[in-house]
């Protein structure tokens, strides 16, 4: 850590390189407070760091702090708010003399230049060559229909036939789309049309697609009958083989609405400040070891959310990115991302806020034929169940335009998981590991939307829309309960991983009726969520963004608290020998607790429904129990 003595005169050239950011204001503030204060100077800190632990002098972070001020302490805090670290991103232009010290670049924003076609086939390049997790063992076999890219901005449905590299689209259609393969046009589409009659986000892809020097793409919109429920539901059982066998998946990842395009600029730079690299940022002079004077480029810390894009909040695209080898994505940035790694077009490349890394989709990489050659390449089995897991969960908060989607629009997942495992799926749940998967969780919330037409069972996570999660039961815990069958029956023998017309679950456990009140007061416990281990704010804001982000798509119609029915039933599946105590100690208590199911009995059918769960819960009321079969519908 070193410190800096910044005077009036470098307060004000900081201060009129950029406004409104965060760095900017510090040192604006700071040159009017030394214009009102004799003193002149302020003694900063500085601690310079590289994400990618890079030695210096290549640096692309700087935190900044005051360190001396000859101010007393009451004038610093009236006058000075900024007295805690600061962090501000570091970049050096390409051909500058300080990029041979700082290797991380400005953010290239202009998706549609030269520059940028020419990273994105570098990185393929590299892909193919480095990184043999990635690299495809032979041209694919084409889907069964692509758009076939003519030249002179002409193109055609191209019905299969042959093998070929293609690129596949993942993008939002946000609207009703205004070119589309239906019935009556699938014919006067395989003789040829427009390019420009194509939605801006399709114009662009088919744009990307010859800048890549490929002659075939798919897209769903074009490629599927779009009035045809039978080829529909083939199709959408192929998305699986359709994005893991495309050459590269194009996601257009910054656009709300197929109607906008995605090769527009960044937001990343701000506009009217010109598209030039290190336009719009906080500038200053740099001098290299060797004498030589360059410039280096400064903005506030900004991580990549991949969760703020647009694309992150339909259900649908989550599966295409993680089944594709390769992606280029086009959001708030330029990005790349394979089973291997994961790259910027400049900027800062801090992945740790996408939980949707290279790391997670490594794991269903290189093992897509069996079990054997998941272990050749180092996964386990309940390694590949946790990427569906953490799958699941991502999924359950992503929106749907359709309810009866909420099982095709992650079948291709699920048949990359059974292939991989063989394993049998059993509306969004698996065989193995079923009496553990029974008990996901929609907490905090006590009550969930559920769809107005039946689509899944009631002990399935897909019967609900909402956030759901697999974490409760912990490996120490003993199951109380058996499953002794489970049935499922899918609507079309084409689409086994798809849309559902019946469900059951036998289930022999200890089952009692319970006192509605009773079962109130415990679900409202239930709601609050248990607290973050450690006395820790930063665990604390964690547990609260995690509280609002699992809400899903809720549409109860009323504010009503949730009321249990008058005859409802408790069906413990788990217990574990301890609890954690609610207190801010959070220490443990060896006291037996019980997870378990609540039911509502369906009369006329003898059957059950299942309306909500519990966790590790310890009441004097549970006890007593009768061992019965119960079905759950």
Known sequence: MTSAILSRSTFSNLSQNEQGSQASD???????????????????SLKPSHSKGNSLPDLDKIEI????????????????PYRRPITVEVYAVKGDPASNHISTKPINANFASPESFQQARAW????????????????PELPTRVVEVLGNSSLRLHIAGGKASYAALSYCWGEQQTFATTLSSVADYTQGFSL???????????????ELGLKYIWIDSLCIIQDSPSDKEREISQMAQVYSNAY??????NAKACSEGFLKSSGEVKPGL????????????????????????????????????PISKRAWTLQERLLSPRALIYGSRFLWQCHTAQYSDGGIEDWSF?????????????????????????????????????????????????PSDKLPAIAGMAKAVHDITGDI??????????????????????RFATPAVWRAPSWSWASIDHGVSFDKITEDSTLLARVISCDVTPRSEQAPFGEITHGILEIDGPLKKADPEQIKEMMLDESMGPPPKENNATLWNKAIINMIMSSGNQNYGDDSVWEPPESVWCLLLFSRNWRWDSSYENRKIAETCFSGFILEKVESEDRYRRIGSFFNQRRDWLGHWDHQTVAII
């Open 26 to 44: 510090a040192f604006t503030d700071a040159l009017k407070l030394s214009e009102k204060l004799e003193n002149d100077c302020f003694t900063f």
């Open 65 to 80: 702090a005051m360190w001396k001020s000859e101010m007393d302490t009451a004038t610093l805090s009236k006058h000075f």
């Open 124 to 139: 393929i390049d590299d892909c193919f060559r480095d990184h043999p997790e990635c690299t495809a063992a032979a041209v």
């Open 196 to 210: 420009s009659a194509l939605p801006q986000s399709l114009q662009d892809a088919v744009k990307v697609t010859t």
């Open 248 to 253: 590269i998946t194009i996601c257009a990842a």
């Open 274 to 309: 010109g598209s030039s690299p290190g336009d719009g940022l906080l500038k200053m002079p740099y001098k290299c070891q060797n004498g030589d004077l360059g410039n280096v480029f400064f903005r506030e810390e900004s991580p990549y959310h991949s969760m703020w894009e």
């Open 354 to 402: 996408d939980v949707l890394g290279s790391g997670h989709r490594r794991l269903l990489s290189g093992a897509s034929g069996s079990m054997q050659s998941a272990r050749q390449t180092g996964i386990g089995l309940q390694q590949v169940f946790q990427v569906w897991y953490h799958t699941v969960q991502e999924y359950t908060r992503r929106e749907l335009t359709l």
């Open 425 to 446: 799926y059993l509306a969004g749940l698996w065989k193995s590991n079923l009496a553990y998967e029974l008990m996901w969780s929609s907490q905090p919330a006590t």
